[in-house]
């Protein structure tokens, strides 16, 4: 009977055993992809790029509300596109570290000239309306996309991280398409009477 005894109390003290043992064990590690983060001229660029993307969205609305029938369809194509890129640009970045994408900071006086001439020209095609204000949005849009372009041109050979390489070059034929069809309606719109 002790034997009988013995054998029922080591039985149920095994599984007890194992558990503890269980207990001593570090938890298995779960394998996830770690992803480099970016370096600071990529973070530049990505910063960049969401600041043109909130400027084409605004843009876009601005044309949506001003502009003649192409020009509105047009403007919601822009208010599309710079959106869903821009969704996109904001997930990647979080990917690779990125709480929140940086303000964009123009890299030399001449950037911020631009920059700020921009802002007055935003500023003067608000007051616009009709044929003027096709003519001078579209105008900024082809001017505004293809400058873009060069930019990314530039950039593109020295970006550091393949991922954001890979979808500056994904851009690319979005922005020779936004540049074209301002170009095609710029040929198509009426002039302003003068």
């Known amino acids: 009977m002790k034997i009988i005894s013995l054998a029922f109390i080591t039985a149920l003290a095994l599984p007890s055993l194992a558990i503890a043992d269980d207990a001593k064990k570090p938890a298995p590690v779960e394998k ?87 802002m007055v020209k935003m500023t003067e095609l608000k007051k616009m309306k009709g044929a003027e204000f096709d003519r001078q949005f579209l105008l900024m849009m082809q001017t505004g996309h293809d400058t873009e372009l060069g930019k990314l041109t530039v950039a593109i050979p020295t970006i550091q991280d393949t991922d954001l390489q890979t979808k500056m070059k994904d851009l690319q034929p979005v922005l020779q398409r936004h540049a074209d069809t301002a170009r095609e309606l710029q040929k198509a719109a009426p002039t302003a009477s003068l």
């Open 32 to 118: 996830t992809k770690t992803t480099a983060k970016l370096v600071d001229d990529d973070v530049k660029l990505v910063a960049h790029i969401h600041h043109v993307n909130l400027m084409e969205i605004d843009m876009g609305k601005l044309a949506q509300k001003l502009g003649g029938d192409a020009v509105k369809k047009y403007g919601a194509t822009l208010v599309k596109d710079h959106g869903d890129g821009d969704k996109d640009l904001i997930a990647f970045a979080k990917t690779k570290g990125l709480a929140k994408i940086p303000a964009d900071v123009p890299p030399t006086e001449a950037a911020k000239k631009e920059t700020d001439e921009m």
